[in-house]
């Protein structure tokens, strides 16, 4: 199966700092979603993207299919931002869905 | 409305109890999954529902059984469950294949 790399594992920043946050995979894909798990364990929906490049706010997500690569970026981060990041892939082959070990994210006031 | 409902949020059992989860999405998708996720771990695919017949079984224990009644519903019976198969059960939902999937917010189930 596909495999998913994330780095950086673990990322500490103060408020207000930007950072990127990379995802790695293995093969083709036809599915690529970014997510964001809340302390309650809410998976939250960032960006559906395969391809390109997508924006939401202080938000951003650009896929490189053809590098099989996809970056995060978070601008001005802020408290409620903290959590696990995690980058989702799915094969040309059906729906599976296959996780990356995901970022901890600590943003510190 | 992007909203998938999971009950209960919490669940405590024996082994040797019976007990159903349940999963609701009314935004008319065609495709449920079931994934299960232990702590500090991403989440892992368990099941995946296609137009109502099982499509994926990704070699999940007979103890966990589960069951597409309608295109709105999804269930995960479990039975005679395990210490280490408690762990955060995930519903999700997508419209019909490689597209979005939407996250419940997921049954904690601890077994004792």
């Known amino acids: 199966g596909i495999q998913v790399e994330q780095s950086p594992p673990d990322l500490i920043l103060q408020e207000g700092a930007n950072s990127t946050l990379r995802c790695n995979f293995s093969?083709?894909?036809?599915?690529l979603q970014w997510f964001h798990q809340n302390p309650w364990g809410q998976l939250i929906n960032l960006f559906y993207?395969?391809?390109g490049t997508k924006q939401n706010g202080r938000l951003s997500a650009t896929t490189v299919a053809t590098e099989r690569y996809s970056l995060l970026y978070i601008s001005s981060s802020q408290t409620t931002d903290s959590g696990v990041y995690f980058c989702a892939v799915g094969g040309t082959s059906g729906s599976r869905l296959t996780f990356g070990e995901g970022t901890q994210l600590t943003v510190n006031p | 409305d992007t909203e998938v409902t999971q009950t209960p949020k919490h669940l405590v059992m024996g082994m040797t109890n019976k007990k159903s989860l349940k999963c609701e999405q009314h935004m008319g998708h065609r495709a449920m999954y079931w994934y299960k996720q232990k702590a500090k771990k991403p989440p892992e695919l368990m099941f995946v529902?296609?137009?109502?017949?099982?499509?994926i079984n990704e070699s999940v224990p007979s103890r966990f059984s589960p069951e597409c009644p309608n295109s709105s519903l999804l269930n995960l019976h479990l039975h005679a469950l395990q210490p280490e198969d408690s762990a955060l059960y995930l519903c999700a939902s997508s419209l019909a294949g490689p597209e979005t999937q939407y996250f419940g917010p997921g049954t904690r189930l601890l077994v004792l």
């Open positions: 529902y296609s137009y109502e017949k099982l499509s």
């Open positions: 093969d083709s894909v036809n599915n």
């Open positions: 993207i395969p391809s």
